[in-house]
Structures are given as C-alpha cells and as structure tokens.
C-alpha cells in the first residue's frame, strides 16, 4: 500500500510513500520501547541541548520546511516560514526551561519525613496529528515529552507525509537517538490497535470531536492518558466601544489564517447593534480585497483549502445555512479555477441552529451576528458545544478582562486574535476537548507525577492511614 501527497493548488501528485505494514509497525514499536528504556536515563541537559539543536536545523532550513508545507497543503509560503520559526522557538523555550518545570518538587508534610513529588516519563506516547499545522501540532507536542524522557511515535495526517517524513529527519539530524522519535504511515483504521498496544503509554489527538471521541473511548477502555484538542468554533465579540480600525483588520486576520483552516480562528463575529452596520460594512470589504491565489506567491493571502474533499465539506455547510434563511454578503461558490480554492465569504442574518451558527467551519467563511449589547454578546459566544479560544473588542480594557472570564473557552483574548505561545497553557473545553499543551502543563500531562515519602524518624506510625 502506498500514501500519495498531493498539491491542493494544482492537483499534481508530489510524491509517493510506502505504508508503514504490520510488520514494519510491531518492529517499530518494538524498538521504540527499547529506545525509551535508554533515553528515560538521559541527563535532562543531554535532552535540552539536543532539542536547541533541532531548532537550529528548523532556522538554518526555513525555506525548505516552508515550501515543503507549501506544497502538501497550500499553506501561504509567509506564513509557512513563520510556521517553521515557531517550531524553533518551542525547541528554544524547552531546551531552556525543561529541568526547571521537571525538578523535584519538596513538599512540606510530615514534619519527621522527607516528601516530594517527582516527575518521570511514561514511555511512548503516540501523537496523532492534523495537516493545517503539520509541522507545529507535531513540535508542540514531540518538544516537551522528547525532553521529559519520553518516546515520540507520529501518526501525521495522510495528506502530509513528507512532513511527517522531513520531522523525524530533523530529530535524528539533531542527534536524538534512533527511534525516540518514530513517524508510523499507517491508515486510520489502524489506529486504534496501536492505542491498545501494551507497548503505547498515551495519546495525543488533535482533531476532529468525533475523532476525539473515538480515540478517548479506546484509550479509556485501555486506561491510557489522553489529551485532546478537538477544534472550536470560537467567538469575535465586538462592544461598542471598540477601536474600529484595529478591530476589523484583526478580525480578518483572525478569520483568514491558514486560508481559514485553523482551530482557533474566529468564526463567529458577534457584533453588538451600535457598530454592526459600520462594522460589517468595513469588514466585507476588508475580506474582498484579500488576495487567493497560489500559495507560493509572496503577495498571496489565502491559498487552497487542503483536500478537495474539504472544500466539498465547506460549501456544503454554507449552502445549507443559505437555504436556512442565511444572507451571502461576499463570496460563498467555489471559485472557478484549477485547484481547491475557495474565496473570503461572508454570511449573516444566519438563523439558529444553521450549520455557520452551530457547527465548525474549515475555510475562509464568517459569520456575523448582530446582539443588542454586552450580556447578549456573552450569552451569544457562549451558545456553542465548542470551548476552544474566544475574544472581545473594547476601549476599556478592565470590561474586556470582566467579560474574558465569562467565555466558556480555554482560552481568552482582549484586543488580540486567539494564538497559542509556548510560554502559556493551550487547549479548551466542552467538545473543544481536554487536556492542556505548552508551557509547564504541557510537559506534566505525560509525565508520571509521583509522590516519593522518606521516614526520617522511626517514631509512632500514623493513626491515620488510607
């Protein structure tokens, strides 16, 4: 069996890979258990240098990695570039700080005994990853657990196996150990035999709600770790008093990044009734003067959506909105070109329960609401399953932060589009998922966080004793 990459901007086939076969998986994981018994006794210093090092390699080859995502899924090559340089500042801020968030921690207890709580790795953690990001999803995940001891094992996205391919390339460069880090091109369907393996210590998705279901409910079946991060369907609230200018420029940033295929882009913009009119008026021609085209080119904005099957998806959900009563204020037909593109479009007057009200649109769609005022601004974000990122537009920043803390999210902005940083916790809740990555949670999640009692004094044995 073999795995075809293929450009979404021209349809051509890149290259093709061979499947990683039975055979070739249960050696695989073999090794990589092996490898973890070694690794786990790696001085942590060992383990930071070489993760600065494969940031080194991310810097030194940025246009190569860049035109690489570029090509697998029309990520606009500016914004591929940044990409890669993020992957390098998350092997940065690990190989920096790991030690500090892995060291013991000493805990004042018993007063005739010495506690503390450890931090030791778990062994393979298989990571299943998406192609919107396909070179950060995997860093933000393979930096932390590689430098906490553990084993990577790489299920990437069968639309980005080149990616998936050029990542191990940069760790081993890096001089990680063969097999710490292992990409598996396997289907789908052979996921969930991977999960059960013995050998598997937890799993990490980000996904699809109902890919993460269905990987939590093998891995809960196991009793293994999980952490999922499933999508959102985040809200732009804007107040009245929000400083127009920079609010719309943001918000067709915020709505347009990755041509629309991210997470945590802003998909609802909830508008309250004194600036709606104005605010759409500007917003809709912001999107219009946005720039489609091929992805390659510096002056592009908004490339391919990823599969053509995507695009399906997309219109699909936009068609049915219309058909619900939904008003097409810009763009929603596929444009009549070679490759998977689809333009900025712009719904509103979209009815409740539509699928650009309910549901997560992939692309380069917005929804715009019109609410009388702040409470049923706060009422209207918080009406979705999704928990992902949220963010609010006003001119007093001390309202922002009141109404930052009412968002059912996991993540809040004030006068800023939502964005993940390696220095902060990153991950939502309801259908969003659970689970935190980056920062000092991210590297705990896989961590065995062990409680460790030394009796300094023989005296009288506790009375209580659970």
């Not at 191990?168 to 059960?196: K, N, R, Y």
């Not at 993460?212 to 809200?235: C, F, I, M, Q, W």
């Not at 219009?288 to 085209?293: E, I, K, T």
């Not at 692309?363 to 049923?376: C, I, K, L, N, S």
Request: glycine share 8%.
């Amino acid at each position: 069996m073999s795995i075809e990459s293929t450009n979404p901007a021209t349809g051509d086939v890149i290259e093709t890979y061979d499947e990683t076969d039975a055979s070739e998986r249960e050696n695989r994981l073999d090794r990589a258990q092996a490898a973890f018994e070694e690794w786990r006794d790696v001085p942590i210093e060992t383990r930071q240098r070489l993760l600065v090092d494969a940031g080194d390699i991310l810097r030194e080859n940025t246009e190569e990695y860049a035109e690489l995502m570029t090509r697998e899924m029309g990520k606009p090559i500016e914004q591929a570039r940044a990409e890669v340089e993020k992957c390098a500042w998350v092997c940065d801020y690990y190989g920096e700080h790991a030690a500090e968030f892995l060291q013991d921690e000493v805990v004042a207890g018993d007063p005739n005994a010495r506690t503390v709580v450890a931090h030791q790795p778990l062994g393979p953690i298989l990571a299943i990853m998406p192609w919107n990001f396909p070179f950060w999803q995997v860093f933000r995940f393979a930096a932390p657990n590689l430098v906490a001891g553990n084993v990577g094992l790489l299920k990437h996205a069968s639309n980005v196996p080149g990616c998936a391919r050029a990542i191990e390339d940069i760790f081993h460069e890096a001089g990680f150990p063969a097999d710490v880090f292992t990409t598996l091109l396997i289907d789908s369907s052979e996921i969930e035999a991977v999960i059960q393996d013995d050998r598997v210590q937890g799993v990490t998705l980000t996904g699809s709600d109902g890919a993460g279901r269905a990987v939590a409910e093998t891995a809960g079946s196991e009793l293994k770790k999980t952490v999922l991060e499933l999508g959102g369907s985040d809200p732009f609230v804007v107040l009245e008093d929000a400083p127009l200018d920079e609010t719309v420029e943001t918000a067709v940033q915020a709505r347009l990044l990755n041509s629309g295929q991210s997470c945590i882009a802003a998909k609802r913009f909830i508008v309250v009734e004194d600036v709606y009119d104005e605010f759409v008026d500007r917003f809709v021609a912001e999107m219009d003067a946005q720039v489609v085209g091929d992805p390659l080119d510096e002056e592009t904005d908004i490339g391919p959506q990823a599969r053509p099957d995507l695009l399906d998806q997309l219109h699909e959900q936009v068609q049915e909105t219309v058909e619900q009563g939904g008003e097409v204020r810009l763009g929603g037909e596929p444009m009549d070109r070679e490759g998977a593109f689809y333009p900025p479009t712009v719904l509103t007057n979209v009815p409740e329960d539509a699928p650009a009200d309910q549901e997560e649109l992939f692309g380069p769609v917005a929804t715009v609401f019109r609410v009388p005022d702040e409470a049923a601004a706060i009422e209207k974000a918080n009406d979705t399953r999704f928990g992902l990122g949220a963010s609010v537009w006003t001119d007093d920043l001390e309202r922002g932060e009141r109404v930052a803390r009412e968002f059912d999210s996991g993540l809040a902005f004030v006068n800023e589009l939502v964005k993940s940083d390696p220095r902060l916790p990153f991950g939502g809740v309801k259908d969003s998922g659970y689970g935190r990555e980056l920062a000092r949670d991210g590297i705990h999640e896989f961590t065995n966080t062990k409680t460790i009692w030394v009796q300094q004094d023989a005296g009288e044995e506790s009375e209580l004793v659970d």
